[in-house]
């Protein structure tokens, strides 16, 4: 059974950093591309970043340079570090590999 299961949510001033961790289980971790995505409510879930088995990355234009996606292969775990975060930023965010989802975590950003 795979899971993804995030963490690292919550609340945080505007220009604040947080990083968010998923955990994966149930896949061979080291040969999935893996994927940040958020959804803030009304809107569709976008594409932040993502990372390849390689380690290669990808982001979307709207947080390059403050947001850095990185995996730990030995804990089967990809981070999400975020920082100057502006209230635009407020969303649920979900990690996702081989179309398998988790639950997200919340991040509000607000003075």
């Known amino acids: 059974q795979v899971q993804l299961v995030e963490s690292g949510g919550g609340l945080v001033q505007p220009g604040g950093s947080l990083t968010l961790s998923c955990a994966a289980s149930g896949i061979i971790f080291r040969f999935n591309n893996m994927g940040w995505y958020r959804q803030a409510p009304g809107k569709l879930r976008e594409l932040i970043a993502g990372i390849s088995i390689s380690g290669r990355t990808n982001y979307a234009d709207f947080v390059k340079g403050r947001f850095t996606i990185s995996r730990d292969n030995a804990k089967n775990t990809v981070y999400l570090r975020m920082s100057s975060l502006q209230p635009e930023d407020t969303a649920v965010y979900y990690c996702?590999?081989?179309?398998?989802w988790g639950q997200g975590t919340q991040v509000t950003v607000s003075s």
């Open positions: 996702e590999a081989a179309t398998y």
